[in-house]
């Protein structure tokens, strides 16, 4: 698998319910942060998780890593209509910490 | 709140014309960024920016883009003689560098269609 790849690659849920999205990577990373992107739009950052955390949380965002598996998920709790987006994983390597982003995951909240 | 603003938002242009997208980084960040994304496919990374120079580039920044800080607050991405696989969407991403694991903030981007 690449880098960062996201599974599923779509996920409908109803109102309400829980979203889990799943991201693994391959190479040793520094962290890890999660990003939303709107049909179109720009990237917003949702949650930075340190190669040295396990779990990290944010309102209603729990991210967790674990680098022996060398994966990541992303819950969102009640999901809302307004959470329908593409979710994008992205690994923060070491010095320029630039990042290298997974397929993504489109997630559609049924009202 | 402080944003990475981007202009323009949507760009069109004649293949084998010059194009200069323009970003203005978030004032006190230090790390800049540019990354593109061609319809449904990954965001991929192209230059890392700091210290007025490159800090890295990937095999997609050839010798037809280049960057510049011409003043204390633009980042421009020039790509010269455009072609038709250039299309897609350009983000300029900014981060701060004191503390590593600082998150990077991306701007809305621009949608470049090369006809």
């Known amino acids: 698998s690449q880098q960062g790849e996201e599974d599923p690659q779509a996920l409908s849920i109803q109102e309400g319910e829980n979203a889990t999205m799943n991201c693994s990577y391959k190479t040793s990373i520094n962290n890890l942060q999660w990003y939303r992107q709107n049909s179109g739009r720009g990237l917003v950052h949702l949650i930075l998780?340190?190669?040295?955390?396990r779990e990290k949380h944010s309102g209603r965002l729990r991210v967790t890593l674990d680098t022996s598996k060398k994966s990541s998920s992303l819950l969102i709790t009640a999901s809302r209509a307004a959470d329908t987006a593409s979710y994008f994983c992205?690994?923060?390597?070491?010095?320029?910490?630039?990042?290298?982003f997974g397929t993504g995951t489109r997630l559609t909240i049924i009202p | 709140e402080p944003e990475v603003t981007q202009t323009p938002s949507h760009q069109v242009t004649q293949m084998g014309q010059e194009v200069i997208l323009r970003c203005v980084p978030i004032s006190n960040h230090l790390y800049f960024y540019w990354y593109r994304q061609i319809l449904g496919q990954k965001v991929e990374f192209l230059v890392s920016f700091y210290n007025n120079e490159i800090s890295e580039k990937s095999e997609i920044f050839d010798d037809q883009f280049s960057v510049e800080r011409p003043d204390g607050s633009n980042f421009t991405l020039k790509i010269r003689s455009t072609k038709l696989e250039d299309s897609a969407m350009y983000f300029c991403?900014?981060?701060?560098?004191?503390?590593?694991?600082?998150?990077?903030?991306f701007g809305q981007g621009t949608r470049l269609t090369v006809v």
């Open positions: 992205a690994t923060g390597d070491f010095g320029n910490e630039k990042l290298t």
């Open positions: 998780i340190r190669s040295n955390e």
């Open positions: 991403a900014s981060r701060v560098r004191e503390g590593v694991n600082t998150e990077a903030f």
